[in-house]
T-cell receptor, first 113, second 116 residues
Framework: GNSVTQMEGPVTLSEEAFLTINCTYT??????LFWYVQYPGEGLQLLLK?????DKGSNKGFEATYRKETTSFHLEKGSVQVSDSAVYFC????????????FGTGTKLQVIP | SQTIHQWPATLVQPVGSPLSLECTVE??????LYWYRQAAGRGLQLLFY??????ISSEVPQNLSASRPQDRQFILSSKKLLLSDSGFYLC???????????????FGPGTRLTVL
């Protein structure tokens, strides 16, 4: 079946540090890949997505590249801010049929001043 | 533009009591609708999804049920709550498109349920 594996948190970084949150996946066919962000007490928001191999999703300084050869979709940001503190979820939508999303377990990021 | 609402925002209920959580979507027609549960410190678990009025599919056997009485209304219910039902419940919608895995799911603000 489909699965998403994220690096375990929490991840604690100083402001302006470089961020990488690893995500690898297992899926049949050609899934679309997503990163969602959840700020404290809120629902999930789409951060970025990529729909085919070698696509790069980007938003708010975050980037992730769909790597089919390594089945990965790692999230990166060059300089994090305190306001980036949140839980980040990697997810995939399998190809075919209705849009059922498989989520990773989430990685909590804490950025300290 | 499309918006999704959930209520109540927070709920504290005793074990054995009934439950009804409501989700409504505005600005779109015939959306796919989803209920997720996020237990403390854990990821999201898909509970139910619906591709149309009266069409409900369950992903996980449990004491919860879902109904879709109207096109843009999705209700999560229970006759008797368990302690393990505590969590953060999220409703989501997406644009229907069978065989097109490119569309995003849009989430509501969530309902935090505490069962005592």
């Amino acid at each position: 079946g489909n699965s998403v594996t994220q690096m375990e948190g929490p991840v604690t970084l100083s402001e302006e540090a470089f961020l990488t949150i690893n995500c690898t996946y297992t899926a049949t066919g050609y899934p679309s890949l997503f990163w969602y962000v959840q700020y404290p007490g809120e629902g999930l928001q789409l951060l970025l997505k990529a729909t085919k191999a070698d696509d790069k999703g980007s938003n708010k300084g975050f980037e992730a590249t769909y790597r089919k050869e390594t089945t990965s979709f790692h999230l990166e940001k060059g300089s994090v801010q305190v306001s980036d503190s949140a839980v980040y979820f990697c997810a995939l939508i399998r190809s075919g049929g209705y849009q059922k999303v498989t989520f990773g377990t989430g990685t909590k990021l804490q950025v300290i001043p | 533009s499309q918006t999704i609402h959930q209520w109540p925002a927070t709920l504290v209920q005793p074990v054995g009591s009934p439950l009804s959580l409501e989700c409504t979507v505005e600005g779109t027609s015939n959306p796919n609708l989803y209920w997720y549960r996020q237990a403390a410190g854990r990821g999201l678990q898909l509970l139910f999804y619906s591709v149309g009025i009266g069409q409900i599919s369950s992903e996980v056997p449990q004491n919860l049920s879902a109904s879709r009485p109207q096109d843009r209304q999705f209700i999560l219910s229970s006759k008797k709550l368990l302690l393990s039902d505590s969590g953060f419940y999220l409703c989501a919608w997406s644009v229907p498109g069978a065989g097109v895995p490119t569309d995003t799911q849009y989430f509501g603000p969530g309902t935090r349920l505490t069962v005592l």
